[in-house]
């Protein structure tokens, strides 16, 4: 597989290189970082600052930089089958989405937040725009992952869903790992069934969606047996993006897998609500599987 591995100076994008190592499979690793030029001009380049004050800035934060990647690089060399160090300049979100068009990644593995190779400027929102608008699966590191073996996947019946169920079975990181596969039906306002009237066609909607829901997962997690994975299913309902999360806390996962929902448009893939939610609510890593 082909990997993007975004990287800086930050602690979460340490905490997204680790990642890196959970793979099973040595990927065709490429690290890039970049130094938003513009936003150090912005900042630094006045009449405040002492003459040349913004040159010599930025040649420190290149020099960061290029640090960065070749640490990177020693660092990952021994779980990588290839690694290719690139250095850019530019909005690091559009940065982040050419350079995986370009390199025909498979995967982009950032953190949740970043920095400019430096304590200084943050990258608000990067994380979130590589995710919307991505042309291929993007995992968001959000904390340190010395061990991965409890995912919990979301499904909901949808093709998108059904991607994620394949991006698994093919064992993309290292086993043995629980997984816990987690349909929600969000009321008899939605769902699997038609709007319903009166109490006792709620009760009788919802446990024709539990059951109709339950043999859903039975069959959707059934391409996910015999691999490495230890696979629980349940059943929720309330709001898809809070029960998700709830589910997650609860199940102390590490990561959830979830497909991304959306409309297309142009070239890209915009994220439907409940993914949008979950990535910026979850208290844990989130890999959007495209």
């Given at each position: 597989m082909r990997v993007l591995l975004a990287v800086d100076a930050s602690p979460d994008s340490r905490n997204a290189a680790g990642m890196i190592k959970h793979l099973a499979v040595p990927p065709d690793l490429h690290v890039l970082n970049v130094v938003d030029?513009?936003?150090?001009?912005?900042?630094?380049d006045s009449p405040e600052m002492p003459a040349g004050y913004y040159e010599t800035y930025r040649q420190e934060v290149s020099e960061v930089a290029e640090r960065v990647l070749h640490e990177m690089k020693a660092e990952l060399a021994p779980h990588a089958s290839h690694i290719r160090l690139i250095a850019d300049t530019g909005d690091a979100a559009e940065s982040i989405i050419q350079t995986a068009e370009e390199a025909r990644a498979g995967l982009i593995i950032l953190g949740q937040r970043g920095m400019t190779a430096t304590p200084t400027f943050l990258l608000g929102g990067v994380s979130q725009k590589v995710a919307t608008?991505?042309?291929?699966?993007?995992?968001?590191?959000?904390?340190?992952?010395?061990?991965?073996?409890?995912?919990?996947?979301?499904l909901d019946g949808s093709d998108e869903s059904t991607k994620a169920v394949q991006f698994l079975a093919r064992a993309p990181f290292k086993g043995p790992m629980r997984v816990t596969a987690v349909l929600v039906w969000p009321g008899h306002h939605a769902g699997l069934l038609g709007p319903a009237k009166g109490l006792r066609d709620m009760r009788s909607a919802a446990k024709t969606a539990r059951a109709q829901g339950e043999a859903l997962l039975r069959s959707t997690v059934a391409p996910l047996s015999g691999k490495p994975y230890e696979v629980e299913t349940e059943w929720l309902q309330g709001d898809p993006a809070f029960s998700l999360i709830e589910a997650a806390a609860r199940h102390q996962a590490q990561m959830i897998v979830l497909g991304a929902r959306g409309m297309k448009a142009v070239k890209r893939f915009l994220l439907g609500s409940v993914s949008q939610k979950v990535l910026v609510h979850a208290p844990c890593s989130v890999l959007i599987v495209r």
């Amino acid at each position: 597989m082909r990997v993007l591995l975004a990287v800086d100076a930050s602690p979460d994008s340490r905490n997204a290189a680790g990642m890196i190592k959970h793979l099973a499979v040595p990927p065709d690793l490429h690290v890039l970082n970049v130094v938003d030029v513009e936003a150090l001009k912005h900042a630094y380049d006045s009449p405040e600052m002492p003459a040349g004050y913004y040159e010599t800035y930025r040649q420190e934060v290149s020099e960061v930089a290029e640090r960065v990647l070749h640490e990177m690089k020693a660092e990952l060399a021994p779980h990588a089958s290839h690694i290719r160090l690139i250095a850019d300049t530019g909005d690091a979100a559009e940065s982040i989405i050419q350079t995986a068009e370009e390199a025909r990644a498979g995967l982009i593995i950032l953190g949740q937040r970043g920095m400019t190779a430096t304590p200084t400027f943050l990258l608000g929102g990067v994380s979130q725009k590589v995710a919307t608008y991505a042309p291929c699966s993007v995992l968001i590191v959000k904390e340190p992952q010395p061990t991965l073996d409890r995912i919990l996947l979301a499904l909901d019946g949808s093709d998108e869903s059904t991607k994620a169920v394949q991006f698994l079975a093919r064992a993309p990181f290292k086993g043995p790992m629980r997984v816990t596969a987690v349909l929600v039906w969000p009321g008899h306002h939605a769902g699997l069934l038609g709007p319903a009237k009166g109490l006792r066609d709620m009760r009788s909607a919802a446990k024709t969606a539990r059951a109709q829901g339950e043999a859903l997962l039975r069959s959707t997690v059934a391409p996910l047996s015999g691999k490495p994975y230890e696979v629980e299913t349940e059943w929720l309902q309330g709001d898809p993006a809070f029960s998700l999360i709830e589910a997650a806390a609860r199940h102390q996962a590490q990561m959830i897998v979830l497909g991304a929902r959306g409309m297309k448009a142009v070239k890209r893939f915009l994220l439907g609500s409940v993914s949008q939610k979950v990535l910026v609510h979850a208290p844990c890593s989130v890999l959007i599987v495209r």
